[in-house]
């Protein structure tokens, strides 16, 4: 695996990296297991001064980090600012609550007084992915480090610069040695380091594959993990659907981050008295985008990742075409060396066709035409995946009722997917398990200490169990 930053806008190779050294990697074990013994009985307190620290970091260098991340990914530099005023906003959020969400809870017992304790877990590899190279890294660091867990982690293999720049960051606000250390590490190294004895917990984010060969090896030498693994998204269009806003939101849910978005909207499910109007309407958003230098903010469409990315989709464009699609709308080939990828409109998809259920990671949009809502709703469930969706109805009470019948992790009803520090993040089926963000993100990875105490024991104990007077 080389670690390489290619702008893919000038497809020019700007920095390639070394794996990371055994030595360094069993140094940086050390390390951190050392800070979390240290850790182990200190209060919250002593760490959210740095979240906060971190978040002022993020703000005050929000465009000279943004940069990293159009040249490492391509991503727009307008949604890039908007990443790392993200990434600020949740490094707060956790330095704000963490006390909250992390404080004892008693519990009634006739065992005695009983409570239970929020104590950090131990060391966590976290594994993360390219689309959203700072947020995904702040979604797993601030929580745990308010919590007390060390992590080690492994980024993308073509965002190296992002990862060093996140490390840097996380120094800059005052974390000790060993909070935070990046491994550029081979597929063999990530499975040596799951198995490490002082690795206590892995959070991925990635592909279905990665995170079956993670897990699995994670599940063999039982260590926690959690997975989010991309999905199949449903943009709902309900019968009595408001058009005006569903036409100004439908681009948008499948176009940000050139589609690359594991929460992006990959099927629209329109229903019959919409479908003419929603396709022309979808067209004529799609045809409009300009392309370009993705830190010109007159650009509108990015170059997607990677020459391998572009590739990737263009066959499972023309293998969906292949299997009985109808290519709605396809650009003319560009002639460019970015690595763009036109928006494209396919439909008529049937369960036959290779496409159907299959995740397509890029701007291509899949519609299909349903008769009613329960149409809707059955076609969404109609998939290996459920992670997130959106709904547009007549109301938001009629679109949450709709929207509660979908399996799936989040739904967002009348409005556009978002992602902020207090919404917690996760899905179901093939999109993984666990969640990320909000109160259950900080609860991931801790030990829940039960403590009973008393003055003296109680006079029923028998054989190691308390039994109550009656039964």
Request: aromatic fraction near 10%.
């Amino acid at each position: 695996m080389a670690y390489q930053t290619t702008n893919p806008y000038t497809n020019e190779v700007v920095k390639t990296y070394e794996n990371a050294t055994p030595e360094y990697v069993e140094e940086s074990l050390a390390k951190a297991q050392k800070l979390y013994k240290e850790w182990r009985n200190d209060p919250v307190f002593t760490r959210t001064p740095v979240l906060h620290k971190l978040a002022q970091i993020f703000r005050d260098e929000t465009d000279s980090l943004a940069k990293v991340l159009t040249t490492e990914m391509g991503k727009l530099y307008t949604e890039a600012k908007g990443e790392v005023i993200l990434c600020a906003m949740i490094a707060d959020y956790y330095a704000d609550h963490a006390g909250e969400f992390l404080a004892p809870r008693k519990i009634d017992s006739i065992a005695g007084e009983a409570q239970l304790e929020n104590h950090p877990l131990g060391v966590l590899l976290a594994v993360e992915p390219w689309n959203f190279p700072y947020y995904q890294m702040m979604r797993i660091f601030a929580p745990n480090f308010a919590a007390g867990d060390p992590i080690v982690y492994k980024h993308a293999a073509i965002t190296p610069a992002s990862a060093l720049a996140f490390e840097d960051a996380v120094r800059r606000a005052g974390a000790p040695e060993g909070a935070l250390t990046n491994l550029f590490l081979s597929y063999d190294q990530v499975s040596d380091v799951v198995a490490d004895k002082r690795i206590q917990g892995v959070a991925l984010t990635g592909s279905e594959r990665g995170g079956t060969a993670v897990a699995e090896v994670a599940g063999k030498y039982l260590k926690k993990n959690t997975m989010e693994l991309g999905g199949v998204d449903a943009f709902i269009v309900a019968h009595d659907a408001n058009m005006a806003d569903v036409k100004a939101i439908a681009p948008r849910a499948r176009l940000y981050n050139a589609g690359q978005v594991c929460t992006s909207s990959k099927r629209f499910i329109v229903t019959a008295n919409h479908y003419d109007e929603f396709l022309e309407s979808l067209k004529a958003a799609f045809s409009s985008v300009k392309m370009g230098d993705p830190m010109d903010p007159e650009t509108t469409l990015a170059p997607m990742n990677s020459k391998k990315a572009k590739e990737k989709l263009q066959a499972q464009v023309a293998e969906a075409i292949a299997g009985g699609a109808t290519p709605y709308y396809v650009h003319e080939p560009i002639d460019d060396e970015g690595q763009f990828f036109m928006p494209t409109i396919l439909t008529d998809i049937d369960k036959s066709n290779p496409a159907y259920g299959k995740e397509m990671f890029g701007p291509v949009a899949q519609v299909y035409k349903v008769a009613d809502d329960d149409a809707a709703v059955a076609l969404a469930n109609d998939a290996d995946y459920g992670l997130g969706g959106i709904v547009f109805a007549g109301s938001q009470e009629a679109g949450a009722k709709l929207a509660s019948r979908i399996e799936t992790g989040m739904v967002f009803v009348n409005t556009f997917f978002s992602s902020l520090p207090e919404l917690e993040f996760g899905g179901v089926k093939g999109s993984g398990f666990g969640r990320e963000l909000g109160q259950n993100g900080i609860s991931s990875f801790i030990n829940q200490e039960l403590v009973v105490k008393r003055d003296r024991p109680n006079d029923d104990e028998t054989g190691g169990l308390i039994l109550p007077h009656k039964f």
